[in-house]
């Protein structure tokens, strides 16, 4: 099971949570203005329509900013210090936050190609989202 704090899916969230399961990282695409956003929303956040499509994503990123966590910001993460909390950019445009891993703390840079790797699933079956190096 994994250590990481485990999500509480939402009737807006569950469809995306429902495709970690399967290793799918979805993200939402207004039918009415094109505009695509994640996280999971009932509505676009450029036009306040209701009408959004989930689209899967690629799993290319680009590191858009980060921190380095030198102190575990949840009990869960006590002992994993330090790691990197980061916001990163998909290839489809919109930002997700996550965690970098897979490197030294030290060699993460603004702009560097990540891919998408998952986490182990937890009891629940679903699976988190996290970023290493292309």
């Known amino acids: ?11 807006t969230t569950q469809p995306f949570w429902d495709a970690t399961a399967q290793q799918v990282l979805l ?4 039918t009415a203005c094109g505009h695509a956003q994640s996280y999971p929303r ?15 994503a690629s799993g290319a990123a680009t590191l858009h900013t980060f921190t380095v966590a030198r102190r575990a910001t949840h ?17 489809e445009g919109p930002r997700v936050t996550g965690n970098v891993v897979g490197c030294d703390v030290d060699d993460v840079r603004v702009g560097m190609p990540l891919e998408l790797v998952w986490d182990d ?13 292309a």
């Open 27 to 30: 993200f939402q695409r207004c």
């Open 1 to 11: 099971m994994s250590s990481r704090p485990r999500p509480v899916p939402s009737p």
């Open 121 to 133: 699933a937890g009891e629940d079956g679903l699976r988190l989202p996290l970023w290493a190096p």
């Open 42 to 56: 009932p509505t676009c956040t450029a036009c306040a329509a209701t009408s959004l499509d989930w689209e899967p």
């Open 75 to 91: 009990p869960a993460f006590d002992g994993t210090e330090p790691y990197v909390v980061a916001i990163v950019e998909l290839a």
